[in-house]
């Protein structure tokens, strides 16, 4: 049990810090701007597969506790 609570927390470390790069990436002005529309949405739509990810790593991580 203890071995997969840390596998669970070492992933949610991973995606959390995941998340923060894509949401500094489209809280930039200049990259919204200048990138592509479907570039912009690909990476919106990473982020929300990351945050969902997230939660159900708390989810999990929850059930252990």
């Known amino acids: 049990i203890a ?3 840390a596998r669970i927390q070492n992933e949610m470390a991973e995606v ?3 998340v923060e790069r894509l949401e ?5 002005q200049a990259f919204i701007n200048k990138a592509p529309a479907a570039v912009v949405q690909k990476e919106r739509d990473r ?5 969902d990810r997230l939660q159900r ?3 999990q991580l929850e059930r252990f506790r």
């Open 24 to 28: 500094a990436r489209l809280n930039d």
């Open 3 to 5: 071995a997969e609570k």
């Open 47 to 51: 982020l929300s597969i990351s945050q």
């Open 16 to 18: 959390k810090a995941n």
């Open 57 to 59: 790593l708390k989810q």
